[in-house]
Every structure is written in structure tokens, then in C-alpha cells.
């Protein structure tokens, strides 16, 4: 389709012509054919194979909450059902992403700083070697909720070893423990943990696809005992890869399903640039001629898991470090899974004064994080951290998590709370709901903008099914003007049944709103996140 403009001039005929035969500014070899957007079904790239957001700390408290509250986050997070008006109920996560808890919460003195009681896990496992599996009863019931909801899909981490295993006694570092916080006599034990923890889930009927037993390795997690905030342990690349290869063996003989996923980086650039002993690592666990070297373990997956956190400055760096990825992770045959994003930093602010922000401005943020993590860095799976949240200072409610909680009591004995909506809930959305497991995303031309305008400006992003005929477009509208998208090549390459879109709109008044919109009369309000649906003739 070609949208015209019209060229109103006087045209002097020349090379000797009468000067009074003017040609008709209407004669159409004068029309000017601007561009539309162009849908190349042929040019495909990744698979999706899913999107998730984590129960976190947070989760194993929510899940012990009465039936009515529990299960309204529940139907918000996993659901794919409508309301008789076909506005979604839920944003239709297809993976959970749960934490295998070190014991802090078991701990006489956790080291943990008193207001931060939230943040503390407790163990499946006691110091003894026996196991409760009644232990972590919140963040088991999300994981039978979710299951309940089709969700097929998990995946297992944690923060650090179990504290009985750690060399002081802690599940964060101290400042005489400089990397991996846990004994080396005890290495096995950590290994065995982790297999019988999965098996056990495994056994219940769960699909666990990935274990991450080393998270944000790159940082210190150093903390006074009694102001620690949360688990964590440095390790270095060469502990890593001397534990995984423990790991890896205790899968095989317990006959765990899972794949080990490693390394899970505290930022995308460290997954394939720098010179430090906890960085390089997909060049350093991959190469073959590496001494940290394990791409060959039988129980490893091809998953690279990486956070996007502060990995978007600047737009130009945002594009670099995506691509640089890609690249890497293409020459090994890797895929990438974006595993925790959460509005960290003071990028979201782009220079502008966030006392004018609305909910929305938030949204349209993560959107274009999400949308640059597909679209330039192939990611076949994102998730967001956490799932909840209950931090009211300042504009947090809006940057940490898609659940707004608050409890009853400030304290581990709290009973029950209130639960909000986050707009960041409904903008993932727009992708999870709709962005199904196995559809391949394809390339969507726009002429309009070129890389760096787009994700400052207009995204779009196409994906459609494998086994069927749908497809899906999502558009990000960070501008203050509505847009009208002319499908450029539209009834040449491809038609839709009945010349309709659905349409889910996520703005300041809407949360995945449908509407229905015809192919030529595609409008993309100013300041929204719009999700297109249709089935190809």
C-alpha cells in the first residue's frame, strides 16, 4: 500500500516546448510513494521460548496469604483467560522462576539486617542431611498455581550454598571471604542438594528446564553480619567451573532431567568482554582450549542466562552490548535467556525531571528494554525481577515489581496484606500473553526510524506461529503523537481474515484493552504499548 503525496507546481516545458503547455500536477508519474512498514515473514530469526518473572524472596510470603488474595496474584500473573468483553485477566506467563532457599530463615542470627526479614529463605535441607519438603510453603503453592494455569515450564535458583555448607556460617560473603562462600570439602554436598531439591519437584511432576546454582557471581556480596540485605557469593570463573563439573556428575547419578545453566551474569557485558577472573565467562566456559572449559558436560544447558541491568546508558551502549552477545553467543551455538530485569539504576530517567512521570512512562521503559533485549540481542527468554515487591519509597512502586504487596504487619508472623497492579504488569503483558512458546520472531521494516530512533521512539517487533496462522506485532509508542501504520505490503504478500486486528492497548487509562482494528486504519496512540493480532489468509 502507498500513501500518496500530491506535488502542486507549475512545470515550464522545456527544450523547446511551448511555455504554455503546463503539465496537470495531478498526472501520477509526480506521485511520490512514501513507505509503509513491511512484515517479512521469510526473514526469521530465535524461537520464543518463553517469558516468566521470578517469585523471589517475596513470593514464599504472598503464597501463604488467604485464598482471596493469593489467588487474585495468581490469575493476574498466570491466566490467559478474558472477561466477556476480551480484555485479558492475566498476562499469561509461561515460565515461574522460584528460589531454592539457603536457610537464613532457620538461622538463630541470619546476619540479615532486621528490617530485610523478607529476604530470608529457608531450607529444604537441615544441617543434619534431612530434608522437609513442607519448608518453603509460599513459594510452593505458586509453583502448583502456576502448573494449575498451563504452565509448563520452571526454573531453579539460588543465592548461595545452604549456611551449614558456607565458610562462615553465612549466606552472604563477610571480608574474610573473598569468593565462593562455601567449603570446598563440601562442594559435594552442595551438588547432591541441589540434585535431590529438583528431583523432588521433578518427581512431583514438574518440568524444572534449568538450575542456576551461581547467581551475579561478579559481585562481592560483602556485608557486616547483622546489615546484610540479602544472600549472594562471589565466585570465580575457575570455582564455577570446578563446582559445575560436581553438579553436573550428581545429576547424572540422581537421574535429575534439568539442565545446569551457567553462568547467570550480573550484566550482559560480562558475559562476553573483560579481563577480571569473573568475567569473559561465555568465552571462558565454552572455548574449548579455555582452563575453565566445560561446554562438553552432559548436563549443561545451551541457555546463557544474563541480567539487563544496567546495560542501558546510553542507547548507542544499549545496541552494542546486545549485539556484541549475539555474536558471541551465535559462534558457540548458545542461546540467550534474559533472566532478571527490574527498573535498577537511573537510566529509566533519561535526563527528565520523574516527578513529572506517570505509571505509564515506567512501562513504556521496560517495554523498550524487553523489546531491545528480542529484537538485538535474539533473547529466547526474558524475565522479570520480582514478581513482587513491597518497597513504597519514592517512585518504587513502579520500578521493582509487576505486584504491588503490602503486608499487614512488618514482620515474618504477618497474616495476610493488600496487592496491587503494576502498569509494569499489563506492559509485559503485551509481549507474554500473546508472544506464545515456539512462535519465531520475524523482521519488521520501518522506514521511518532507523535503529536509534527506534527505541527511543516507535518499536515494533513481529512474531508468528509455527502451527498455525497467527501472528503478532508489538508497538511501543514513546512519543507524544499518535501513529498510523500502513501495512506496506499488504494484499501483496499477505492478507488477514476479515481484514481485522485484534487489538490489546496498555496506556495511562488502560490495561491490555481490546479493541478491533482494521488493517488500513491502524492507529498506535502516543504513549502506549499496543499488541496486534491476526490471522493470516
Same mark, same amino acid.
Given at each position: 500500500?502507498?500513501?500518496?503525496?500530491?506535488?502542486?507546481?507549475?512545470?515550464?516545458?522545456?527544450?523547446?516546448?511551448?511555455?504554455?503547455?503546463?503539465?496537470?500536477?495531478?498526472?501520477?508519474?509526480?506521485?511520490?510513494?512514501?513507505?509503509?512498514?513491511?512484515?517479512?515473514?521469510?526473514?526469521?530469526? %530465535?524461537?520464543?521460548?518463553?517469558?516468566?518473572?521470578?517469585?523471589?524472596?517475596?513470593?514464599?510470603?504472598?503464597?501463604?496469604?488467604?485464598?482471596?488474595?493469593?489467588?487474585?496474584?495468581?490469575?493476574?500473573?498466570?491466566?490467559?483467560?478474558?472477561?466477556? %468483553?476480551?480484555?485479558?485477566? @492475566?498476562?499469561?506467563?509461561?515460565?515461574?522462576?522460584?528460589?531454592?532457599?539457603?536457610?537464613?530463615?532457620?538461622?538463630?542470627?541470619?546476619?540479615?539486617? &532486621?528490617?530485610?526479614?523478607?529476604? =530470608?529463605? =529457608?531450607?529444604?535441607?537441615?544441617?543434619?542431611?534431612?530434608?522437609?519438603?513442607?519448608? %518453603?510453603?509460599?513459594?510452593?503453592?505458586?509453583?502448583?498455581?502456576?502448573?494449575?494455569?498451563?504452565?509448563?515450564?520452571?526454573?531453579?535458583?539460588?543465592?548461595?550454598?545452604? #549456611?551449614?555448607? /558456607?565458610? !562462615?556460617? #553465612?549466606?552472604?560473603?563477610?571480608?574474610?571471604?573473598?569468593?565462593?562462600?562455601?567449603?570446598?570439602?563440601?562442594?559435594?554436598?552442595?551438588?547432591?542438594?541441589?540434585?535431590?531439591?529438583?528431583?523432588?519437584?521433578?518427581? $512431583?511432576?514438574?518440568?524444572?528446564?534449568?538450575?542456576?546454582?551461581?547467581?551475579?557471581?561478579?559481585?562481592?556480596?560483602?556485608? =557486616?553480619?547483622?546489615?546484610?540485605?540479602?544472600?549472594?557469593?562471589?565466585?570465580?570463573?575457575?570455582?564455577?567451573?570446578?563446582?559445575?563439573?560436581?553438579?553436573?556428575?550428581?545429576? /547424572?547419578?540422581?537421574?535429575? !532431567?534439568?539442565?545446569?545453566?551457567?553462568?547467570?551474569?550480573?550484566?550482559? $557485558?560480562?558475559?562476553?568482554?573483560?579481563?577480571?577472573?569473573?568475567?569473559?565467562?561465555?568465552?571462558?566456559?565454552?572455548?574449548?582450549?579455555?582452563?575453565?572449559?566445560? @561446554?562438553?558436560?552432559?548436563?549443561?544447558?545451551?541457555?546463557?542466562?544474563?541480567?539487563? #541491568?544496567?546495560?542501558?546508558?546510553?542507547?548507542? =551502549?544499549?545496541?552494542?552490548?546486545?549485539?556484541?552477545?549475539?555474536?558471541?553467543?551465535? @559462534?558457540?551455538?548458545?542461546?540467550?535467556?534474559?533472566?532478571? #530485569?527490574?527498573?535498577?539504576?537511573?537510566?529509566?530517567?533519561?535526563?527528565?525531571?520523574?516527578?513529572?512521570?506517570?505509571?505509564?512512562?515506567?512501562?513504556?521503559?521496560?517495554?523498550?528494554?524487553?523489546?531491545?533485549?528480542?529484537?538485538?540481542?535474539?533473547?529466547? @527468554?526474558?524475565?522479570?525481577?520480582?514478581?513482587? !515487591? %513491597?518497597?513504597?519509597?519514592?517512585?518504587?512502586?513502579?520500578?521493582?515489581?509487576?505486584?504491588?504487596?503490602?503486608? !499487614?504487619?512488618?514482620?515474618?508472623?504477618?497474616?495476610?496484606?493488600?496487592?496491587?497492579?503494576?502498569?509494569? +504488569?499489563?506492559?509485559?503483558?503485551?509481549?507474554?500473553?500473546?508472544?506464545?512458546?515456539?512462535?519465531?520472531?520475524?523482521?519488521?521494516?520501518?522506514?521511518?526510524?532507523?535503529?536509534?530512533?527506534?527505541?527511543?521512539?516507535?518499536?515494533?517487533?513481529?512474531?508468528?506461529?509455527?502451527?498455525?496462522?497467527?501472528?503478532? +506485532?508489538?508497538?511501543?509508542?514513546?512519543?507524544?503523537?499518535?501513529?498510523?501504520?500502513?501495512?506496506?505490503?499488504?494484499?501483496?504478500?499477505?492478507?488477514?481474515?476479515?481484514?481485522?486486528?485484534?487489538?490489546?492497548?496498555?496506556?495511562?487509562?488502560?490495561?491490555?484493552?481490546?479493541?478491533?482494528?482494521?488493517?488500513?486504519?491502524?492507529?498506535?496512540?502516543? $504513549?502506549?504499548?499496543?499488541?496486534?493480532? &491476526?490471522? +493470516? $489468509?
Amino acid at each position: 500500500m502507498y500513501r500518496f503525496i500530491l506535488v502542486f507546481a507549475s512545470i515550464a516545458i522545456l527544450m523547446g516546448c511551448s511555455s504554455d503547455s503546463a503539465t496537470d500536477p495531478n498526472d501520477p508519474k509526480f506521485d511520490t510513494p512514501e513507505e509503509g512498514v513491511t512484515l517479512d515473514f521469510n526473514s526469521t530469526f %530465535q524461537v520464543i521460548d518463553h517469558f516468566g518473572a521470578s517469585g523471589g524472596f517475596q513470593g514464599q510470603w504472598v503464597g501463604k496469604w488467604p485464598d482471596a488474595t493469593r489467588n487474585r496474584a495468581a490469575e493476574w500473573l498466570f491466566s490467559t483467560e478474558a472477561d466477556p %468483553q476480551g480484555n485479558p485477566k @492475566g498476562i499469561g506467563l509461561s515460565l515461574w522462576r522460584t528460589m531454592i532457599g539457603e536457610g537464613s530463615a532457620d538461622q538463630a542470627n541470619s546476619g540479615f539486617k &532486621a528490617s530485610n526479614w523478607f529476604r =530470608e529463605m =529457608e531450607c529444604y535441607m537441615a544441617p543434619d542431611g534431612s530434608f522437609d519438603w513442607t519448608k %518453603q510453603a509460599g513459594e510452593q503453592w505458586f509453583m502448583s498455581k502456576a502448573k494449575e494455569y498451563g504452565i509448563n515450564k520452571f526454573t531453579m535458583w539460588t543465592g548461595s550454598p545452604p #549456611y551449614f555448607m /558456607t565458610k !562462615n556460617g #553465612y549466606v552472604f560473603s563477610t571480608s574474610d571471604v573473598p569468593t565462593f562462600n562455601c567449603q570446598p570439602d563440601k562442594y559435594d554436598d552442595f551438588a547432591n542438594f541441589l540434585a535431590d531439591v529438583v528431583k523432588n519437584y521433578e518427581d $512431583k511432576g514438574y518440568n524444572i528446564s534449568t538450575v542456576c546454582p551461581f547467581n551475579e557471581t561478579q559481585y562481592e556480596w560483602n556485608a =557486616e553480619v547483622g546489615n546484610a540485605q540479602q544472600s549472594g557469593t562471589r565466585a570465580t570463573n575457575a570455582e564455577i567451573a570446578a563446582v559445575t563439573k560436581i553438579i553436573d556428575n550428581a545429576f /547424572t547419578q540422581k537421574g535429575v !532431567n534439568a539442565k545446569i545453566m551457567i553462568p547467570e551474569a550480573a550484566q550482559l $557485558k560480562y558475559l562476553f568482554e573483560g579481563s577480571g577472573n569473573t568475567v569473559n565467562q561465555v568465552n571462558d566456559f565454552f572455548n574449548s582450549s579455555s582452563a575453565n572449559y566445560i @561446554g562438553d558436560l552432559a548436563n549443561l544447558s545451551k541457555y546463557i542466562a544474563g541480567h539487563s #541491568y544496567f546495560s542501558n546508558g546510553t542507547t548507542t =551502549e544499549s545496541l552494542r552490548q546486545r549485539k556484541s552477545l549475539r555474536t558471541t553467543l551465535a @559462534g558457540y551455538g548458545l542461546d540467550f535467556w534474559q533472566t532478571e #530485569y527490574s527498573l535498577l539504576g537511573t537510566a529509566y530517567q533519561q535526563n527528565k525531571d520523574i516527578s513529572t512521570f506517570q505509571e505509564i512512562d515506567y512501562a513504556l521503559w521496560l517495554s523498550r528494554i524487553i523489546h531491545t533485549d528480542l529484537v538485538f540481542g535474539n533473547a529466547t @527468554g526474558w524475565s522479570f525481577w520480582t514478581a513482587f !515487591n %513491597q518497597s513504597t519509597f519514592g517512585d518504587h512502586p513502579f520500578r521493582f515489581n509487576l505486584i504491588l504487596y503490602q503486608p !499487614n504487619s512488618n514482620e515474618p508472623a504477618h497474616t495476610d496484606g493488600a496487592i496491587d497492579d503494576n502498569k509494569l +504488569l499489563w506492559a509485559l503483558g503485551n509481549f507474554s500473553r500473546f508472544v506464545r512458546p515456539g512462535m519465531v520472531r520475524f523482521e519488521v521494516k520501518d522506514p521511518d526510524y532507523g535503529e536509534s530512533a527506534s527505541v527511543e521512539n516507535f518499536m515494533i517487533s513481529g512474531y508468528k506461529s509455527t502451527t498455525s496462522k497467527e501472528i503478532v +506485532l508489538v508497538c511501543i509508542n514513546n512519543t507524544d503523537s499518535s501513529r498510523t501504520i500502513a501495512l506496506d505490503n499488504y494484499g501483496e504478500d499477505f492478507e488477514v481474515v476479515n481484514g481485522d486486528f485484534e487489538v490489546f492497548t496498555t496506556s495511562a487509562g488502560s490495561n491490555l484493552r481490546k479493541s478491533i482494528m482494521d488493517f488500513d486504519g491502524l492507529s498506535i496512540p502516543s $504513549k502506549s504499548i499496543v499488541t496486534l493480532k &491476526a490471522t +493470516l $489468509k
